[in-house]
């Protein structure tokens, strides 16, 4: 009888545990950044380092990226769950892949505006866009600047430019030393690293494309389809206790690069805490972003931005702008209301 006794309260225990254990389980999300562990990655290491993913029973490992192109493709394959991309780097995908079963959807905007623009040195004599026409430009084949550098040259009416293609780290060397009379890449990117091979920034002339015209939205949050619909729940945690980390990092930058140090010890501290500042006036804490609210967009923005695509990147079909964006998953109003008015 004792023994049966024992039996049952074993099976009991055991039961409870189970039941314990699966409500304590976490899902695993494997997230791909867009880039390397910069400043602007503490938008997504702080979450992870202040226990946020995992107080929504998320285990996300979040690794370094090459562009936003590689991070797209990942994702599309299953390789990863979650990434960080730019918007038209999506765009295209979908465009050029109408038949791929697993092409990655957009549920949230962090960049709502490009953070691409044209670097020249003041002594080259460039001012204005204008002063482009006729000139080397230079840039790796899948910069997003470049890539959309058509859309900029339209907006300004641009002549025809000289291209000169090279690896992300011999841009801004090759504009230092006069290779090239000009440079696409992220503002946040490539001034600083200017500035790390010497320039001044008071000798750079920069002509940001949201200031001439371009109102192409930046990087988004991206998600495998199929991730998406086995487990909508989770991507909607994953985006609370992302948002509930921005707010953090829009707070508290210096502290957040301690998140991304943690990351890559190597990195330079105050350049980093810069370059985050940065990208948190210009691309998320921007006019547009508190106009249309941290996280959404516009739709006719979002149209617009599909047909220039479509357009500037010679697309195989059209860009359909309801195919690429799926706001439903987005946290509440109140829970997006994260932007410090400035």
Partial sequence: MNKRVFARAAAVLALAAAVAGAAHAQTPIKFQLDWRFEGPAALFLTPAARGYFKDARLDVTIDAGNGSGGAVTRVASGAYDIGFADLAALMEFHANNPDAPNKPVAVMMVYNNTPASVMALKKSGIRKPAD??????????????????????????????????????????????????AITGFTFTSLLNL??????????????????????YGNVVIVNPKFL??????????LVAF????????????AAIA?????????????ETRRLKMALDQVVNSP???????????????????????????????????????????????????LPKK
């Fill in 132 to 181: 482009l026409a006729g000139k080397k430009m230079g840039a790796p084949v899948f910069d997003a600047g470049r890539r959309a550098f058509p859309i900029f040259q339209k907006a300004n009416g641009i002549g025809a430019v000289n291209w000169i293609s090279m690896d992300p780290p011999l841009r801004e060397t090759m504009l230092a030393r006069g290779d090239v009379d």
């Fill in 195 to 216: 500035e790390a091979r010497g320039v001044k920034a008071e000798d750079v002339v920069i002509l940001p494309y949201p200031s001439y015209g371009v109102k192409l």
């Fill in 229 to 238: 619909k086995e487990h909508p729940a989770e991507v909607k945690a994953f």
């Fill in 243 to 254: 948002t509930k980390g921005v707010k953090d990092v829009l707070a508290r930058p210096e």
């Fill in 259 to 271: 998140d991304v140090k943690a990351r890559d010890g190597i990195i330079n501290t105050e350049l």
């Fill in 288 to 338: 547009d972003a508190r106009a249309e609210g941290f996280g959404q967009i516009v739709p006719a923005r979002l149209s617009l931005m599909a047909s220039q695509v479509s357009d500037a990147f010679g697309t195989k079909t059209r860009v359909n702008p309801d195919a690429v964006w799926n706001g439903s998953f987005l946290p509440t109003k109140a829970e997006l209301n994260i």
